[in-house]
């Protein structure tokens, strides 16, 4: 039945082994997937965001990540769909949320210049559905002590297609409390303009896949050009996804694309990776007490 909803609905599956195989091994991960919080499985790890034109960093988008003790890393697009069916990824945004929170605050009291470095976190359907989702966040957000306007939550196209009028109510309560909102995977989805018009949101994020085709195909380079000069006419910001070559950059710089994430520039990283890897290359003047205490973070 599942099978067969997957595929469009309105059809039938044959059930064989290789079906049977699938279930069992989608019932097994559920099953780890319910221990993993409690034996702390998960981890969070941090992408920067760069000003294209400047080089300066921007912030960071973070990321969950599931370290199995058996099968080793579990890829997110295995595992995340999962915790929306469940319910799991109620929790699990809170924690990351809490997280990210307390590693952006370190940041801040690092260094008086890491005090302008913002923080975008995924905001799930789930979540959008939760009856306490600000009043929760913005309970966080002042137990850290972090400013508002540099948290930004990111809800993709498709769910905002789906669930146009709870996204809406939910975004605009989260920009009453201040903070920024900005619409994931953005391409993929066909909204429509009329709603992209009235959504109450700051960023756009270009979907990788089009980032990816721009070395190779001018009807990509087109498409991103087309978002970026959307975006400018609305008023928003852009982040392009996925950078990995000087040819992307070069491109995106060209059309004036804001905001840039990608391998060109850094891998996902944990926490004390970033402050010796990230933070001590785009700060390259920092005090050597700040220096000495990301590498004593790094070694431990």
């Known amino acids: 039945m599942y099978r067969a909803k997957a595929h469009g609905r309105a059809r039938c599956e044959i059930f064989d082994e290789k079906m049977l195989a699938r279930a069992q091994e989608q019932l097994r991960l559920e099953t780890d997937l319910h221990l993993a919080m409690e034996r702390e499985e998960f981890h969070v790890v941090y992408q920067p965001i760069i000003e294209l034109e400047t080089d300066r960093l921007r912030g960071f988008e973070a990321l969950l990540r599931w370290r199995h003790p058996e099968r080793g890393l579990i890829p997110p697009t295995k595992f995340i769909p999962l915790a929306e069916e469940t319910g799991l990824i109620v929790p699990l945004g809170n924690w990351i949320f809490t997280e990210a929170c307390r590693r952006l605050r370190h940041w801040h009291d690092l260094d008086p210049r890491f005090r302008e470095l913002t923080l975008a976190v995924n905001l799930s359907l789930r979540q959008v559905y939760s009856a306490d989702l600000e009043e929760e966040i913005a309970a966080l957000v002042d137990e850290a002590g972090l400013n508002p306007m540099l948290l930004h939550f990111e809800i993709t196209e498709n769910t905002l297609i789906e669930h146009p009028n709870q996204v809406t109510k939910v975004l605009l309560r989260l920009k009453r409390h201040g903070f920024k909102v900005a619409i994931d995977d953005f391409g993929t989805g066909y909204s429509s303009l009329a709603a992209l018009q009235s959504l109450p949101?700051?960023?756009?994020?270009?979907?990788?896949?089009?980032?990816?085709?721009?070395?190779?195909?001018?009807?990509?380079?087109?498409?991103?050009?087309?978002?970026?000069?959307?975006?400018?006419?609305?008023?928003?910001?852009?982040?392009?996804?996925?950078?990995?070559?000087?040819?992307?950059?070069?491109?995106?710089?060209?059309?004036?694309?804001?905001?840039?994430?990608?391998?060109?520039?850094?891998?996902?990283?944990?926490?004390?990776?970033?402050?010796?890897?990230?933070?001590?290359?785009?700060?390259?003047?920092?005090?050597?007490?700040?220096?000495?205490?990301?590498?004593?973070?790094?070694?431990?």
């Open 201 to 300: 949101v700051d960023l756009l994020k270009i979907d990788q896949v089009f980032v990816a085709r721009m070395d190779e195909s001018g009807k990509a380079r087109q498409i991103v050009a087309t978002i970026v000069g959307l975006a400018r006419a609305l008023g928003h910001e852009v982040i392009a996804e996925g950078i990995e070559t000087d040819a992307q950059l070069k491109e995106l710089r060209r059309i004036h694309c804001t905001l840039g994430q990608g391998h060109l520039f850094s891998p996902p990283l944990e926490g004390d990776a970033v402050e010796e890897e990230v933070l001590t290359r785009y700060y390259p003047d920092l005090p050597k007490p700040v220096r000495r205490e990301a590498g004593a973070r790094r070694a431990r």
